[in-house]
Nanobody
Framework: EVQLVESGGGLVQAGGSLRLSCAAS????????IGWFRQVPGKEREGVSC????????YYSDSVKGRFTISSDNAKNTVYLQMNSLKPEDTAVYYC????????????????WGQGTQVTVSS
């Protein structure tokens, strides 16, 4: 059974930090990129960052570049998203997903999705 399980969300003040984790199982981890997406009610899902599990290549959207860092522990089939200098506009449900690596982060191309974790940044 394919599973992607996010954890680490919560409530934090602006300027604070959170680290999200995405634990993957049930598929060949190295064959996929793992992407982090976020969604606010009434808005389209936004690709935030992704990492190729095979070679570690990373991508960040302009909205998080310099503040978020994605990393992967292939031995644990787990991807992390370190989020620093958080802003109220980072508030969203964050999802991890497995799919092909690509800077466009087209959510339609991602095969597997987690259930999401809420991140709330207060001002």
């Amino acid at each position: 059974e394919v599973q992607l399980v996010e954890s680490g969300g919560g409530l934090v003040q602006a300027g604070g930090s959170l680290r999200l984790s995405c634990a993957a199982s049930g598929f060949t981890f190295d064959d996929y990129a793992i992407g982090w997406f976020r969604q606010v009610p009434g808005k389209e899902r936004e690709g935030v960052s992704c990492i190729s599990s095979s070679d570690g290549t990373t991508y960040y959207s302009d909205s998080v570049k310099g503040r978020f860092t994605i990393s992967s522990d292939n031995a644990k089939n787990t991807v992390y998203l370190q989020m620093n200098s958080l802003k109220p506009e980072d508030t969203a449900v964050y999802y991890c997903a497995a799919g092909p690596y690509g800077r466009d982060m087209d959510s339609r191309l991602y095969d597997y999705w987690g259930q999401g974790t809420q991140v709330t940044v207060s001002s």
